[in-house]
């Protein structure tokens, strides 16, 4: 006789089997990887370099979609929204999920830490600073020098708003005093090209985005961010060598694969597997680290574990900036914004010491609203609008350049008298 209690204890135990028996005909469909940045960036070759190995040990067509816009996030979005059968994939950076949820949290349509469940670890990246071929800098210290003497008047491109890239020009800011003009770009490779072109003064990207124009000769790295030199590039000295207030500058990105939550840990388990045995092929480690990406292999727990720290140590970061910009806004009497990511440095003073003098922040350029003098802030005078003639000239004011009064209501009813 079947009774409730084994009609249920059967029924849960039928579904706890429906994950496993999904996991061993996964996959029925081609499976796609979306990218949140254009072809020809270090994400997009990443997602490339290991859609063979995952098409041949799953026995599918992997498709690399770029869904770019939004520094990222409108893939990320996407992927996060997606059904969790383990079909569409994500290739990020570590903007999309570890920093932008702490910068645009209003704005974005996804938690990643809740709507994205971490894959694989596919490397750790170290940016790269690159400047024209006819600029004339060649190492760290003679970019510094050359910003600090050519302060305000030069830019720097990333591939996009809140990822490391910008992050690792406005730390330079932050730590050395300059002031350079961030740029963002739908992507590293144009605004990696950009820098060839002109357009910008240098770029923090990829080396995967940069080597092609390097090799052509068209730019040429003259720093890297992280703490130790790049065994690629050994020749090119990091940015902690330009001078003594750098000393402790490091900043890295990371790229990596996600699956929409929900998606069965059988199929996560072996997605890890593939992307591990994929990275651990030699071919494609030193494919990988020609392009500057270091691989680093960890399992589905360990990458989930690295992604919240990540979050955390940025939250923190940024957390303690802030404190920092309304210390120095309290101190300096004055309301203001911090910057994106970094705060505002000290508003310099004047020359009895007493006061701000009117200066931009080096790093949101935002500048206090008043005037200072020696007694305090004060109010500017308000400009007066200049005044317009309104109503149809006449050709011969036009002609002897005189300007003619405005209309004014006649006596009369509907009739109006000009002058």
Request: net charge positive; hydrophobic share 40%.
């Amino acid at each position: 006789m079947i009774t409730r209690r084994r009609f249920t204890a059967s029924s849960l135990a039928l579904l706890a089997g429906v994950p496993a028996a999904r996991a061993q005909t996964w996959p029925d469909r081609p499976i796609r990887i979306l990218v949140g940045y254009a072809a020809g960036g270090g994400v997009d070759i990443v997602a490339r370099l290991l859609g063979e190995p995952m098409k041949q040990a799953l026995g599918q067509t992997v498709l690399v979609e770029n869904r770019t816009g939004a520094s990222g996030m409108i893939a990320a979005g996407a992927v996060a929204k997606a059904p969790p059968d383990g079909l569409t994939l994500l290739m990020a950076a570590s903007g999309e999920v570890a920093i932008n949820q702490h910068l645009y949290k209003d704005k974005m349509a996804y938690d990643p830490l809740r709507e994205l469940t971490p894959v694989a670890l596919t490397g750790i990246v170290p940016c790269v600073v690159v400047v024209a071929a006819q600029t004339p800098v060649r190492n760290a210290a003679e970019l510094i020098a050359y910003v600090r003497a050519n302060r305000g008047k030069l830019s720097f491109s990333s591939s996009g708003v809140g990822n490391p890239q910008q992050l690792a020009g406005e730390l330079m800011n932050h730590m050395a005093g300059t002031d350079v003009l961030h740029v963002p770009y739908r992507g590293s490779a144009p605004a990696v090209t950009d820098v060839a072109t002109g357009a910008v003064t240098m770029s923090f990207s990829s080396l995967a985005a940069a080597l092609p124009l390097m090799q052509d000769g068209r730019i040429r790295a003259v720093a890297v961010t992280s703490r130790e030199r790049m065994p690629q590039l050994p020749d090119v000295p990091t940015l902690a060598e330009a001078g003594p207030e750098l000393k402790d500058y490091e900043l890295l990105n990371w790229f990596g694969l996600f699956a929409p939550a929900g998606t069965p840990e059988p199929i996560v388990t072996r997605l890890n597997a593939v992307i591990v045995a994929g990275l651990s092929d030699k071919s494609i480690a030193e494919k990988l680290e020609i392009q500057g990406i270091v691989p680093r292999l960890m399992s589905a727990p360990d990458y989930r574990a690295f992604v919240n720290a990540e979050a955390e140590k940025i939250r923190r970061d940024r957390a303690a900036r802030q404190h920092q910009a309304r210390e120095l806004t309290r101190t300096a009497g004055v309301s203001g914004s911090s910057g994106v990511y970094f705060s505002c440095r000290p508003l310099p003073r004047c020359p009895a010491g007493r006061f701000p003098t009117p200066s931009r922040c080096a790093t949101c350029r935002w500048h206090p609203p008043t005037r200072w003098s020696r007694r305090g802030p004060a109010r500017a005078a308000p400009r007066r609008r200049p005044w317009r003639p309104q109503g149809r000239p006449r050709a011969s004011d036009m002609a002897r350049k005189i300007r003619r009064r405005p209309c004014r209501p006649s006596r009369r009813r509907g009739a109006r008298s000009c002058r």
